[in-house]
């Protein structure tokens, strides 16, 4: 009797499942595992053999927190403003720069995204010296007769400083997606429409910017969760102040969970609301912005 073996298709089956297991091992015992035991310890108090249930008295907290109304108001003002300017942004120079007439335009690129390599802390401290009251921002700002700002001491300005750091680290990161998406569209639809007498104005809004929404859409959702679990910025730019003004939440958590009385209750209650935010967020974008059939 002849004995069954594996058919080429199971052998390839087999192959792909040996080496996605290790590293959907690895997702699991290190995401999956600790967001599960996150959700539980949300609805928990007390630590260690103190532990006890405690229903959703952490998540009733959350809505009487003063800190955690300013640092959703915090993380919510830099989504709002910062993620805009930025896609848009990205997505203008992503155009510029996909164009043939352009001399130079690798050492262009290239300028524009090394911001994304430079590491967290040195490009905050480059931002630190250049908003301090004797950094080159107020010394250009009184030399043109306008009055000098204190911008880490304003809540006001501090918040626009993480947003010009925010804004000057990730519009090259965006732009890098919107090149490789122009690459791919066939250059002669813009002739068509060229010949058709579309201005680039038109040529940019009705075709570009169509063909790219998938692009669009991704870097969308990709910013979203970036700016909803903003961290560094927080941290190493502001320092959260003046006081807590520019704290986010994410800063709010680490706060209360390594640097405060541990309170790792209700910080990972705080976790899970950032968790559900995301992806509701996430979610509505792929509804509005993914009209595919």
Same mark, same amino acid.
């Given at each position: 009797?002849?004995?069954?073996? @594996? ?39 007390? #630590? ?48 510029? @720069? ?11 690129? #290239? ?8 590491? @967290? ?49 990730? #519009? ?22 060229r010949i058709d007498g579309a201005s680039p104005l038109q040529q940019f809004v009705h075709l570009t910017i ?50 405060? #009385? ?18 509701? @967020? ?12």
């Amino acid at each position: 009797m002849k004995k069954k073996g @594996l058919n080429m298709e199971q052998k390839r089956s087999l192959t792909g499942w040996a080496f996605l297991l290790p590293a959907a091992l690895l997702i699991f015992v290190f995401c999956f595992y600790p967001m599960v035991q996150a959700l539980i310890l949300s609805f928990q108090k007390g #630590t260690g053999s103190a532990v006890q249930p405690a229903g959703f008295a952490n998540y009733v907290r959350i809505l009487k927190d003063a800190t955690f109304q300013q640092c959703l108001f915090n993380t919510i003002f830099y989504f709002v403003i910062q993620v805009p300017i930025m896609l848009i942004l990205a997505l203008i120079l992503a155009q510029l @720069l996909n164009s043939p007439d352009i001399k130079g335009k690798g050492i262009y690129r #290239t300028m524009i995204f090394l911001p994304c390599a430079t590491s @967290l802390v040195s490009y905050s401290m480059i931002f630190k010296s250049l908003f301090a009251n004797d950094g080159l921002v107020n010394r250009v700002l009184s030399t043109v007769g306008i009055p000098t700002v204190d911008w880490f001491q304003n809540a006001w300005a501090a918040r626009w400083v993480i947003v010009i750091a925010l804004v000057w680290r990730w #519009t090259g990161y965006n732009m890098v997606f919107y090149l490789a998406g122009l690459q791919n569209i066939d250059y002669s639809i813009y002739e068509a429409a060229r010949i058709d007498g579309a201005s680039p104005l038109q040529q940019f809004v009705h075709l570009t910017i169509p063909l790219l929404k998938p692009t669009i859409l991704l870097t969308a959702i990709m910013s979203t969760s970036g700016t909803l679990q903003l961290f560094d910025e927080s941290v190493n730019l502001t320092a959260g102040g003046p006081g807590k003004a520019t704290m986010t939440l994410t800063h709010y958590i680490y706060n209360i969970s390594f640097v405060e #009385t541990p309170k790792f209750n209700y910080a990972a209650a705080l976790s899970v609301f950032i968790l559900v935010v995301v992806a509701v @967020l996430s979610a509505i974008q792929m509804k509005v912005g993914d009209k595919r059939d």
